[in-house]
């Protein structure tokens, strides 16, 4: 029997069913007329969108009627720097810089080294520390600087405190325990911590004096945070934000199996040596049959096979080109070692490219931080 | 029966038992012996002292070890700006200016808009702002610009919460019911809250970047607060605080009376006309007997007499003279009448003087306040 799902902002595990998440999160699916409406405002349909791995929203037709009447929005989206930067984070990202070049919209992004801190082992300092490591990856994808602004949740702290303190006055303990599954034993940071991911909502508006609509694309398993929000924005005078949620990118020792920053192997980190990677991915989870003849006959499953996923969810945004790996993968003709070195391929690339960037990123840096 | 006794940092009511407050708070008495080493190493000892009006103390022999090893301590009090300053208010801050000229100390002194906006139906705009008028209450007391340091949490936001998350790491939601009588109806903000108020027992060893020996004189009711962050001292490699605690002054109603800002007669402002303050001792609760002829036969009660407790707590220093009224109220030889015009002219003179300091306090504020 699989694991029972778990999907919070702090635990995702089990078979994910996001069918599921939908109806128990309350969410709007992705439809075919919401694509349709969104190809139609920005000029083409992002792959992410076309292949569903955005598949779930609240709002996002509002942010549509918005942008057709010439009302700018603004992007919302964040990191929470407990390690390294690996691909499964940088979905959402990528998505962010296709919105920013389509609907030319500014970027907030969090770096939550307070929520991080509070809820690990990790001293205040290292995820201080990580906060601006990862903040080279963001840097790295292309955003623009001048719409662009990065910060730290410690070093923003007075901007952010003061705008979380009147989040957190309309949010009693009682809400944050059935929201996010707090307890008596949980620490009064983390209590108070929703408080601070929800600011980011209303930080545009603040900033220019005036109530701007803004769209989070994050991870599913962040929207318990964006529940809050939008049940506090109106009683302060904000637009409640909109979310559009992707699904999670699996680890590279199977579907249901999870990134994590202690082990290194389970997923392919931004700051990993090429060649490492490339380790990695040979060592993956397959979903081809036991040897190869096995494999000519029966072909492979895609929808299990690691290497597939990465291309899928990230790495060739080409239908035609994932549909005819997928179906020579699929029937045989490609093998489970020829599917792995198409991604390695392109991995190694990414990463080189991705690191020359994230090196030059450490020049401009200061470009993008919203400090106090 | 009196009204059972409540003392908590947001609700003080009730016939106040200070034995009992020693006993439930777990805090030592100022003996005899300890007002020794305190006159012997201040050279004289404050009437405030004297009198027991600081009548508690935790770890106030440790301050004197360290002073006496000519270490330096450094003081820290504060103020929860809901409303105008009162007389009670600043008892604490009138002996923290004596310990400054007598141990040439620095003080801290923290302007709790946070706290004061998430416990009331104030908006933060105006505890902020309020914040600002009581600081000039403080600043006209005559502190040194060179050693004194005020700030108001939300405009010291960026210092406060990177060591409020700290200290909030080591504290339960479950500690914090117990400690302060939380609920699951609280909301997060107050549920942090007391990291922000125990981070500026540390504040002065992250800025020296040293351990520093903390003394915090206040009223009773905010000990809950020392009480945590003596817990957590130690965990962040910081000195426990010490603290040394005040009786409460009676509002004007009488002994058991409570002064409140939204009720003007219940207390003296600090910003009253001189003449609305000599109009409200006048109708002021008194100790005398019916009528005059009763007065001078029985005597009056000076220890439930409003006027009285304003001399002997705060307007009659000279232990000569506080004897000489009492007795002579006491015996019926001063009238009800002739002990309100003692306090009178005393509150009206030190009105006077206070509100020519307090405006001339609006040049000088930015010399004192600490912001991000």
Redesign the interface.
Same mark, same amino acid.
């Given at each position: 029997m699989a694991k029972e799902m778990k999907v919070t902002p702090w635990e995702v595990s089990g078979h994910i069913d996001y069918e599921k998440l939908v109806k128990s999160f309350g969410t709007q699916h992705v439809t075919p007329q919401l694509l349709r409406r969104i190809e139609k405002a920005a000029g083409e349909l992002h792959f992410m969108l076309r292949r569903k791995i955005f598949f779930s929203h609240r709002d996002m037709d509002w942010i549509l009627d918005k942008a057709e009447k010439g009302e700018k929005f603004v992007l919302y989206t964040g990191r929470g720097p407990s390690g390294d930067t690996h691909i499964g984070h940088i979905m959402p990202w990528i998505f962010c810089k296709w919105l920013q070049d389509k609907f030319d919209t500014e970027l907030y992004f969090q770096l939550t080294d307070?929520e991080k801190?509070?809820h690990s082992d990790l001293s205040?300092e290292e995820t201080n520390r990580l906060a601006y490591e990862n903040a080279l990856d963001v840097i790295a994808l292309g955003f623009d600087p001048e719409k662009t602004f990065l910060f730290v949740?410690?070093?923003?702290?007075? #901007?952010?405190?003061?705008i !979380?303190?009147?989040v =957190?006055?309309?949010?009693?303990?009682?809400t944050?325990?059935a929201v996010f599954g707090?307890?008596?034993? #949980?620490?009064?940071?983390? !209590?108070?911590y929703? =408080?601070m991911q929800a600011a980011t909502a209303f930080l545009p508006s603040v900033l220019k004096g005036k109530k701007i609509p803004v769209l989070i694309p994050a991870a599913i398993d962040q929207d318990p945070y964006w529940r809050v929000t939008r049940d506090v924005a109106e009683k302060l005078g904000y637009y409640k934000p909109a979310a559009i949620h992707n699904t999670f990118l699996p680890g590279l020792q199977g579907p249901d199996s999870k990134m994590s920053a202690s082990k290194p192997d389970s997923a392919i980190f931004t700051t990993d040596n090429p060649r490492d990677a490339r380790k990695k991915i040979m060592k993956a989870f397959s979903g081809g049959a036991g040897t190869l003849a096995e494999h000519r006959k029966h072909g492979g499953n895609p929808d299990v096979d690691t290497s597939y996923q990465y291309l899928y969810n990230v790495f060739e945004e080409d239908d035609e080109k994932i549909k005819e790996i997928r179906n020579a993968y699929k029937s045989g003709a490609m093998s489970a070692g020829e599917i792995k070195e198409i991604l390695a391929k392109k991995v190694e690339r990414f990463l080189k490219e991705h690191q020359e960037r994230r090196e030059r990123a450490k020049h401009r840096i200061d470009r993008f931080m919203l400090k106090?």
């Open positions: 307070d801190f509070l205040l949740d410690t070093d923003y702290g007075k #901007t952010m405190y003061k !979380a303190v009147q =957190a006055k309309h949010v009693t303990f009682s944050a325990k707090f307890e008596n034993s #949980t620490n009064i940071g983390m !209590a108070f929703p =408080a106090d």
